[in-house]
T-cell receptor
Framework: KQEVTQIPAALSVPEGENLVLNCSFT??????LQWFRQDPGKGLTSLLL?????REQTSGRLNASLDKSSGRSTLYIAASQPGDSATYLC???????????FGAGTRLFVKA | DTGVSQDPRHKITKRGQNVTFRCDPI?????LYWYRQTLGQGPEFLTY????????KSRLLSDRFSAERPKGSFSTLEIQRTEQGDSAMYLC???????????FGQGTRLTVV
């Protein structure tokens, strides 16, 4: 059974700092991994999708990496801004499955 | 707006009442998902449709829950005889193919009093 864990559960950093969010999964037979952002009381906004054959994806100040063999993904945020404050969720889609399994998220607070 | 649309955004209901939520996916997306999210947790999978066929249901989806997607376009999620434990955010998502991004709606927040 796939389990997804995100560490840390919460993180507070000063503006301008580079930071890394971690996601680990127990079953490496994944189809893809997706990172999302969620603001309080809102739906999820897709940030990056990494296919199982890919090692990383970049969008602006965000870079996501995937190491399928070790069951890990990281989301790197460069030059953090107060507007980056949100909960960041990672989700994996298993090979041969339909459902996406989510971690509990990392709550990020960027102080001005 | 061509994103995933959910209605209503908020619903307060008395325990024992039935509620129905609607999801309109992105028009060319034939894959549709329902999730439930409680405070401080990630979304939990409820059910998946490919076109009008419901291909997977979670054990979380008790007999009081039913979902439909009659014409392979919009979907409805009905909860009968609501309980306080049903209070949560109900999220809908759609994707075009399994190797493409899943896009989420803004959710329906249900409060059972």
């Amino acid at each position: 059974k796939q389990e997804v864990t995100q560490i840390p559960a919460a993180l507070s950093v000063p503006e301008g700092e580079n930071l890394v969010l971690n996601c680990s999964f127990t079953d490496s037979a994944i189809y893809n991994l997706q990172w999302f952002r969620q603001d309080p009381g809102k739906g999820l906004t897709s940030l990056l999708l990494i296919q199982s054959s890919q090692r990383e994806q970049t969008s602006g100040r965000l870079n996501a990496s995937l190491d399928k063999s070790s069951g890990r993904s990281t989301l790197y945020i460069a030059a953090s801004q107060p507007g980056d404050s949100a909960t960041y969720l990672c989700a994996v889609l298993n090979t041969g499955g339909f459902k996406t399994i989510f971690g509990a998220g990392t709550r990020l607070f960027v102080k001005a | 707006d061509t994103g995933v649309s959910q209605d209503p955004r908020h619903k307060i209901t008395k325990r024992g009442q039935n509620v129905t939520f609607r999801c309109d996916p992105i028009s060319e997306h034939n894959r549709l998902y329902w999730y439930r999210q409680t405070l401080g947790q990630g979304p939990e999978f409820l059910t998946y449709f490919q076109n009008e066929a419901q291909l997977e249901k979670s054990r979380l989806l008790s007999d009081r829950f039913s979902a439909e997607r009659p014409k392979g376009s919009f979907s409805t999620l009905e909860i009968q005889r609501t309980e306080q434990g049903d209070s949560a955010m109900y999220l809908c998502a759609s994707r075009q193919e399994m190797n493409t991004e899943a896009f989420f709606g803004q959710g329906t927040r249900l409060t059972v009093v």
